[in-house]
């Protein structure tokens, strides 16, 4: 939406609407004064809660006066504005901010900070409650309004929000070497055709073409522009305490999700040990099951909640132990006792997506020919190879109802017999 310098500076000439909104702003020192961080919450939330749409500051909204924000002082603007995004609503929003020149006249340039607010895929609540934007004004939403707009977003999100569209994208934003692995000689030879069926792409409420989550989880270069948590958080620990100060190894492993199991697997393999022994032949035995190993992150990433806001899968490795925790609580009726007895998927899609991804993992012992297999045999998998190695079966646990924790425990070295 006027990714052109000159078509903005033409719409705010014409002033407010539904999808652009001015604000002058008022200085004490370095600190930013008016408007008030409450009232600049509640009107990007109201934009986020209803279209996508532009805020710019430096504006003033009645005369459409260019005047500008002090170089100097840019900076704490744009930090004011990430805090409000992150502290004053609910759930935190994302929006992309932009320091931009332009002319104000008689040959003068002046700096404004451009805002894009995404239509979000969350109902979003700001310090004076819900609103959204009705033509150039916020108003404050009904019950019923409200409900309706929570149903929206927030029932399709919990059931299929896999297949849900992902404001601000568009076809552009997906990688053809990425998706044309998904085709067969039997996909439609249109892409647009293919990419529709496979639900990679879908038309958003407005009739636009956005991707979908699965369509930027599989098929983007970078999951994480789009949906922030959609990354796996990797640290290794020296010892069996979670202490920042005793940190050997951390990551940030992102890219398409089966890129990121393969390198979730490397980061387990490059910090943990190889025992070996000689009996009288060389016996090697590792801390983990790889095979466990690559089940268990396959799991994670393909059942865990997107929905959740930030909220990441976080892959720990200790001496004695890894523990990988997946936002989300469990699917459907399934519990942690009966975990390893039924098998159920939230994500639908993703799941058949990964099923057509080649095996990407030296993991031993694994006979799969693609990452994920559908009928269920993961979790068995976990337990009963994690068990024979270490003697101890591995833990699932729901903590708050809101994260599935796996706890699988290293076995111990083997006593040499020589």
């Known amino acids: 939406m006027y990714e052109n310098t000159a078509d903005l500076l033409k719409q705010i000439a014409l002033g407010e609407d539904s999808v652009l909104e001015l604000k002058a702003l008022e200085f004490r020192g370095d600190r930013v004064v008016g408007p008030h961080k409450d009232g600049m919450a509640d009107e990007l939330a109201a934009m986020a809660n209803t279209a996508t749409g532009i805020v710019v500051l430096g504006v003033d909204d009645k005369s459409r006066e260019i005047l500008g924000i ?151 270069d970078a999951p994480e522009s789009y949906l922030s948590s959609a990354f796996i958080q990797a640290v290794c620990y020296r010892g069996a305490e979670r202490n920042a100060a005793y940190q050997l190894d951390a990551k940030d492993i992102v890219g398409p999700l089966d890129v990121q199991i393969r390198e979730a697997c490397k980061f387990v393999e490059r910090n943990t040990r190889v025992f070996a022994v000689k009996a009288p032949n060389r016996i090697e035995t590792p801390q983990f099951s790889m095979n466990a190993v690559f089940e268990a992150v396959t799991n994670a990433v393909a059942h865990r909640d997107y929905s959740i806001y930030g909220s990441k899968i976080r892959l720990h490795v200790f001496t004695d132990r890894l523990e990988l925790f997946s936002p989300g609580t469990i699917p459907n009726t399934m519990t942690v006792e009966s975990i390893s007895q039924r098998q159920s998927a939230r994500n639908e899609l993703l799941s058949s997506l990964l099923a057509r991804c080649p095996m990407n993992v030296e993991a031993t012992g694994s006979k799969r020919s693609y990452i994920m297999d559908r009928r269920g045999e993961g979790v068995p998998i976990i337990i009963t190879e994690s068990e024979a190695l270490s003697g101890r079966r591995p833990e699932y646990l729901l903590l708050d109802d809101a994260e599935l924790k796996l706890t699988i425990f290293a076995a111990e070295p083997p006593h040499d017999r020589e």
């Open 70 to 220: 002090p170089p100097e002082k840019i900076d704490s603007v744009e930090s004011w504005i990430r805090s409000i995004c992150n502290d004053s609503i609910t759930p935190p929003l994302d929006c992309v901010l932009r320091k931009l020149l332009v002319s104000a006249g008689q040959g003068d340039e002046k700096i404004i900070l451009r805002i894009d607010v995404p239509r979000s895929l969350f109902v979003h609540k700001s310090p004076n409650g819900y609103f959204r934007r009705i033509g150039s004004a916020k108003r404050e939403m009904k019950p019923d309004v409200l409900a309706r707009l929570f149903q929206q977003r927030s029932q399709a999100r919990l059931i299929r929000f896999d297949e849900q569209t992902v404001p601000g994208t568009s076809l552009d934003d997906l990688n053809p070497k990425l998706w044309e692995r998904f085709r067969t000689v039997l996909s439609p030879k249109d892409d647009r055709d293919f990419l529709g069926k496979m639900k990679l792409i879908a038309k958003d409420e407005d009739g636009s073409i956005r991707a979908t989550v699965s369509g930027i989880l599989m098929a983007s």
